[in-house]
């Protein structure tokens, strides 16, 4: 199992840029989230998906999109980026236990 | 608003020299406790969940336990190679995680 595969790993981005995010899981875990990790702050929920078709909004959605087509995907749209959304983007799916395993996570710079 | 809240920020460790991060969180709707490890440039790693008050758990030199108002992560005889980012986490409504920011640990030879 490769468990949480993110990309990419690093980009950088002008502002008012699009771009997505890519998050695959081979754990067949219904639910996935994405988080993102500023410095001195703790992870914190952007959107959440309970299942295929299914999602809803976190903590800090603003600036973001989501979709899940399928079990296995949740990519992260940023619409039109602005330099707060300099960070760094965790996708995590959680298994029945409860345990949510993280991707290696996608740094991303806007200017 | 559900908080979670980490001391020390910062914990310089001599190899051997045990110690205990802590881990406050707001009580009301909890559904789990939570640590991660968290090594520089990658993803928080799964360490323990605890649920109820007195639980405990152990792997290797780390040990969680759990109160009412909050949870401790020992660490016995630390080595070099336990330095990281020790993160806490407290459970919430469709397992929402709300995280704290974080113990930096930094084991020393």
């Known amino acids: 199992n490769a468990g949480v595969t993110q990309t990419p790993k690093f980009q950088v981005l002008k502002t008012g840029q699009s771009m997505t995010l890519q998050c695959a899981q081979d754990?067949?875990?219904?639910?996935m989230s994405w988080y993102r990790q500023d410095p001195g702050m703790g992870l914190r929920l952007i959107h959440y998906?309970?299942?295929?078709?299914?999602?809803d909004q976190g903590e800090v959605p603003n600036g973001y999109n989501v979709s899940r087509s399928t079990t296995e995907d949740f990519p992260l749209r940023l619409l039109s980026a602005a330099p707060s959304q300099t960070s760094v983007y965790f996708c995590?799916?959680?298994?029945?236990?409860?345990?949510?395993?993280f991707g290696p996570g996608t740094r991303l710079t806007v200017l | 608003e559900d908080q979670v809240t980490q001391s020390p920020e910062a914990l310089r460790l001599q190899e051997g020299e045990s110690s205990s991060l802590n881990c406050s969180y707001t009580?009301?709707?909890?559904?789990?406790l939570f640590w991660y490890r968290q090594d520089p440039g990658k993803g928080p790693e799964f360490l323990f969940t605890?649920?109820?008050a007195g639980e405990e758990k152990e792997k290797e030199r780390l040990k969680a336990t759990l109160t009412k108002k909050e949870s401790f992560l020992h660490i016995t005889a630390p080595k070099p190679e336990d330095s990281a980012t020790y993160l806490c986490?407290?459970?919430?409504?469709?397992?929402?995680?709300?995280f704290g920011a974080g113990t930096r640990l930094a084991v020393h030879p």
């Open positions: 605890l649920y109820s």
């Open positions: 754990m067949n875990h219904e639910y």
């Open positions: 009580v009301s709707g909890l559904r789990g």
């Open positions: 998906s309970v299942g295929a078709g299914i999602t």
């Open positions: 995590a799916s959680r298994d029945r236990a409860d345990t949510q395993y």
């Open positions: 986490a407290r459970g919430g409504g469709y397992n929402k995680l709300i």
